[in-house]
């Protein structure tokens, strides 16, 4: 699989942010109103203080300054250290207003802007200072009268003390509560950044994995799917989700589960079976489904169907490379022991057979020694195979592909192939390939031997043709010979798997592990190619051979084709 890396959650706009800057507005607006009201007062014909409106002007840019270019960030205090620039300018600021102030309004009412801002966005501390604060500056004003000599005034101190009392509840009750505020907003913040990450790595788990997964809803629609269920289904080119199982009568078995899973209602496993899709133009497709209802967590929640579908030819694949894998060493191990008794019998055998003189004991003794030929040869394959498999590095060569692939088809039709028709056709001129030369003629011999048992009489019935798609040099195997049945094409590279009885079953086997070894790749198909009867059927083996530091090679039949 491809790595991944999930993105990092970015979380919208909290609310205190949005209380910041909605106080920082509000100030703005503040300043703004001052403005206008002496814009006001001096239509009514009232004279304006140049202090004064000095003083408007500079608190209007002050605001505008704050609201523009101060913005707390997302862990960072709201306040902090912009307590001066904001609140206690405001204090600055309305106390200057109301001493300023040309005509007998009260300014004092705007105090009260700085205490709710600082119980919301400050600490405790700050709203109880803040509150403090307030409350000296309006008993500051009585206090001076009674300096300069205006006499008691102690209606005065009573609104001031009554003020500030009322500031110091708004500042208790209020902090409280947008402290609990914020804190549920970070939980749940919390919540939904973990919701999301995890959201990522179950999708990423999901589209990870080998098994299908489907999402089915009651109306018969799929609302998710994994490429490895896109893959089940036989969809080439994706389907713009959510579509319909009803849309395609090969998917009928998965609707017919579906809804008897809706039918059947909980359940913790609701139903799990076997089932066959057909695909238009290809056989059908086993899969084991198992299906599970969701839990709603409200009452008028969906319920949808999880569908899990596994194909049964991997499991089956599976579980006969396992059991293959075992009897290998076994037989690897009792074929190195029967060598020695086996040489021992051929050379008794050679001995008896100077000293007789019967003809039917002769052929008795010529039995005797194929058969212990045939078990020499298949005790040594299977020597190989396990060679083949320790094996994880070998010394190959850079050889021209058509040279050395000449050589050895002219070789094996002097030596083996000797009476039937053999065409080699080279297709790819100076191109160099990576590939031990004794394994390539191996592989190639082998292929050649297998097709010598099922071809005709024709001088073209077997050929042999290499050539390039550009960045990959093939070489096909081509013969005459029958079909394969199904269930022997699908298993053809398997060890110890043979249609004939005399055949160990480990010859393309071998092939395959010599190409992998080498970074090819071997692969068969059924394809016509030209011949003197016309094009004719015929059983291909073709090779793609890696270059000379290059890549690993694909094996796309439907590209390769000269």
């Not at 500031?167 to 914020?182: E, G, K, Q, T």
């Not at 059927?537 to 090779?543: D, E, R, S």
Request: glycine share 8%; net charge neutral; proline share 6%.
């Amino acid at each position: 699989m491809t790595e991944r890396t999930l993105p990092w959650y970015e979380p919208p706009e909290s609310a205190g942010l949005r209380i910041w800057n909605g106080f920082a507005t509000a100030r703005v607006m503040v300043a703004l109103a001052v403005l206008l009201l002496q814009g006001l007062v001096y239509l009514m014909g009232q004279d304006l203080h140049k202090s004064f409106i000095a003083l408007c002007g500079t608190y209007m840019v002050a605001t505008l300054f704050v609201r523009i270019t101060l913005r707390p960030g997302l862990h960072a205090p709201l306040l902090g250290q912009r307590w001066l620039s904001t609140i206690g300018v405001d204090l600055i600021a309305f106390s200057a207003m109301q001493n300023l102030q040309p005509g007998g309004m009260n300014y004092t009412p705007l105090l009260g802007l700085p205490v709710l801002m600082a119980a919301v966005l400050g600490s405790r501390r700050t709203s109880l200072g803040t509150a403090a604060a307030v409350t000296l500056l309006l008993l500051a004003e009585p206090c001076l009268a009674w300096l300069q000599g205006h006499g008691p005034v102690p209606a005065q101190f009573a609104q001031a003390g009554l003020t500030g009392t009322g500031y110091f509840l708004v500042a208790s009750l209020v902090h409280p509560v947008a402290a609990r505020l914020a804190r549920e907003e970070q939980l749940a913040r919390l919540g939904q950044q973990a919701a999301v990450v995890q959201a990522q790595v179950n999708e990423l788990v999901i589209a990870s994995l080998s098994d299908g997964v489907l999402v089915v809803d009651d109306q018969d629609n799929v609302r998710a799917a994994n490429p490895a269920a896109r893959l089940l289904l036989d969809q080439v080119v994706k389907v713009q989700l959510p579509f319909s199982l009803a849309g395609t009568p090969g998917w009928y078995p998965l609707l017919e589960m579906a809804r008897r899973t809706f039918a059947q209602g909980d359940g913790e496993d609701a139903l799990a079976g076997d089932i066959a899709l057909q695909h238009e133009g290809g056989g059908p497709r086993r899969l084991h489904v198992k299906t599970r209802l969701t839990t709603p967590w409200y009452t008028r929640a969906e319920r949808l169907c999880v569908m899990f579908l596994e194909d049964q030819r991997e499991t089956e694949a599976r579980l006969r490379t396992e059991k293959l894998a075992a009897m290998g060493r076994m037989s690897a191990a009792v074929a190195h022991e029967i060598r020695n008794p086996l040489a021992a019998i051929v050379q008794a055998n050679q001995l008896l057979d100077e000293d007789l003189t019967d003809a039917g004991q002769k052929r008795l003794a010529a039995m005797v020694r194929q058969n212990a030929q045939r078990l020499a040869r298949i005790a040594e394959e299977v020597l190989d195979v396990s060679r083949a498999q320790q094996q994880f590095h070998f010394d190959a060569t850079t050889l021209a592909l058509d040279e050395q692939a000449g050589t050895i088809c002219i070789d094996w039709h002097v030596s083996a192939g000797r009476g039937c028709g053999l065409q080699f056709v080279p297709g790819a001129p100076h191109l160099m390939v990576e590939f031990d030369p004794d394994h390539l003629r191996r592989v190639l011999v082998n292929l050649l031997d297998n097709a010598l048992r099922y071809i005709s009489s024709h001088e073209d019935a077997l050929q042999v043709r290499t050539w390039s798609t550009g960045k990959q040099a093939l070489m096909e195997i081509w013969s005459d010979g029958p079909p394969l049945e199904p269930t022997v094409a699908e298993r053809l590279f398997e060890p110890f798997f043979s249609s004939e009885s005399r055949s160990s079953g480990l010859g393309l086997f071998i092939c395959r592990e010599l190409c992998e070894r080498h970074g090819a790749a071997i692969g068969y198909r059924r394809i016509a190619r030209p011949t003197g009867r016309g094009p004719m059927q015929g059983n291909a083996f073709t090779l793609a051979f890696r270059q000379p530091s290059g890549p690993m090679p694909v094996m796309p039949f439907d590209t390769i084709a000269p």
